[in-house]
């Protein structure tokens, strides 16, 4: 998830955060509707209905994301966005002084933001991150909802589908203004890395634990955020920076030891 939004940094350039956004859910919903063949005729309304609305969060995450990771590095747009899953931990699973840990996580987000010499922080970038925050909490527990209603990946093809409709009006127009052949076969392949191969373990995973369990589980994405940013872009870390994401990592790795023991 963390190296598909890096290597995304030159179609957005192209096509615009959203744009670029909007053609990966499309790739990704063409591709799953002719490998999985739904039957969208046999699906329920509650089923119809549970998969517009984790449509909806899906392009809500994602279109969030990478709006705040054109204007804010990418370690601390994962830790911000990484507080979403960690308070549905804490309301689903935490008791006594776990109900801290994001508040503790947002230290360290804090602490991510100051790289030394000034504030890295855009606040229409931190702005989208929380958004997309919003999002992912919501992700997790309608995809764990969904899992239990479809078979097989039917759930998350009809997801994806209902989020490239979403996603529609924001990026049609940014992505039509830079669009070309080459645009369109790597936004193709990024697809794959984003939003199609993570969704779908997520998918599986959700299906075999609860929604406490994987939200908290999720810890090192913070700090596989931090590296993909310094890896593929460039993006170094200040040792307050990098002691704010041993924080949030830390923060969610004892809530997990906490909520199964």
């Known amino acids: 998830m963390q190296f598909g939004a890096a290597f995304s940094r030159p179609a957005m350039q192209e096509l ?3 744009g670029t956004t909007w053609l990966r859910l499309c790739w990704a919903a063409i591709v799953l509707m002719i490998v999985v063949r739904p039957p969208l005729l046999s699906f329920s309304r509650r089923q119809w209905a549970t998969a517009a609305a984790l449509g909806a969060v899906m392009a809500m995450m994602t279109l969030c994301f ?8 990418l370690g601390l747009a994962v830790a911000i966005e990484f507080l979403g899953p ?8 935490g008791r006594g002084w776990r109900l801290l840990c994001p508040v503790i996580a947002a230290l360290g987000v804090l602490c991510i933001s100051w790289d030394g010499s000034a504030w ?10 929380l958004g997309a925050a919003v999002g992912w909490g919501g992700y997790i527990v309608l995809t764990k909802y969904a899992g239990q209603q479809f078979e097989g990946l039917e759930g998350l093809c009809l997801s ?6 979403v996603a529609t009006p924001f990026g049609f127009h940014q992505a039509q203004l830079g669009l070309s052949p080459e645009a369109l076969v790597t936004t193709g392949l990024l697809a794959v890395l984003v939003p199609l191969f993570p969704y779908a373990l997520e998918l599986m995973a959700l299906r075999r634990m609860n929604a406490s369990a994987f939200g908290l589980l999720m810890s090192l994405e913070p700090a596989i ?4 940013g310094f890896i593929v872009l460039g993006q170094a870390m200040a040792a307050l920076q990098l002691i704010g994401v041993a924080l949030v990592v830390a923060t969610s ?3 997990t030891a906490s909520s199964q023991s």
Request: glycine residues 12%.
């Open 66 to 73: 990478f709006a705040a990771i054109e204007r804010i590095p």
């Open 16 to 18: 615009g955060p959203f």
């Open 86 to 93: 960690l308070t549905v931990a804490t309301i689903f699973g």
């Open 225 to 228: 955020g931090a590296s993909a």
């Open 160 to 165: 994806l589908l209902f989020a490239a409709l």
């Open 120 to 129: 890295v922080a855009d606040t229409i970038g931190v702005l989208f991150a």
């Open 253 to 255: 790795a004892v809530g």
